[in-house]
């Protein structure tokens, strides 16, 4: 997998815009970024992904640099649910398995 | 319910047992994988299997794991003579189809504790 990194852990106030970033730089062209959050004693849930564009959904947005190097997870409105540990993934040639690092560790404060 | 289901949740057992985990993928999804996560660390790649045949099992840590997907749908991961290091929570996760190989859905986990 192209390595990622991430800070080891970051906080925000609640109802503020938490941006978790991640580096890429060894991402290929056809390889996609994942996302997902890892909630305290529950397994880990998909957030997003793209590959050029900015993406968003109904939980986050993701927003991809020019040069693919790397990306922001965009949580516009923490909550305190929202506490959990972040994972950036760049599968290699965007395949089916999914290698996860240490991820961010975000917390939301009251 | 719809989603990933993992029993059991918890399992005590002591070392040198056999220990069975069993998942149901969501319906209709051809890929499931196994993941371990050990305390603190992120989730570790086990196994991956598309419909019946395990596609890529390159992350079983040795001979005593082995996983099986008989008719394609429920998977049971089993190890055998079970030692201390074995203990962490094992994930399950499905997905619909190949095209979409990165958005899997996980279960809650099998907790698995050797004693």
């Known amino acids: 997998d192209a390595k990622t990194t991430q800070p080891p852990s970051m906080d925000c106030a609640e109802g503020r815009a938490a941006n978790l970033p991640c580096n890429h730089s060894?991402?290929?062209?056809?390889?996609?970024v994942y996302w997902y959050r890892q909630i305290h004693s529950q397994g880990p849930q998909y957030i997003i992904h793209g590959l050029k564009n900015n993406e968003t959904n109904e939980m986050a947005s993701l927003i991809i640099t020019e040069d693919r190097k790397s990306s922001t997870l965009i949580l516009p409105h923490a909550t305190l649910r929202d506490t959990a540990v972040y994972y950036c993934i760049v599968p290699m040639d965007s395949s089916y398995k999914l290698i996860f690092g240490s991820g961010t560790r975000l917390l939301v404060r009251p | 319910g719809a989603g990933v289901s993992q029993t059991p949740s918890n399992k005590v057992t002591e070392k040198g047992k056999y220990v069975e985990l069993r998942c149901d993928p969501i319906s209709g999804h051809t890929a499931l994988y196994w993941y371990r996560q050990s305390l603190g660390q992120g989730p570790e790649f086990l196994i991956y299997f598309q419909g019946t045949g395990a596609a890529d099992d390159s992350g079983l840590p040795n001979d005593r794991f082995f996983a099986v997907r008989p008719e394609g749908s429920v998977s049971t991961l089993k190890i055998q003579r079970t030692e201390r290091g074995d203990s962490a929570v094992y994930l399950c996760a499905s997905s619909p189809t190949y095209s979409s190989p990165g958005e899997l859905f996980f279960g809650e986990g099998s907790r698995l504790t050797v004693l």
């Open positions: 060894t991402i290929s062209g056809n390889e996609y």
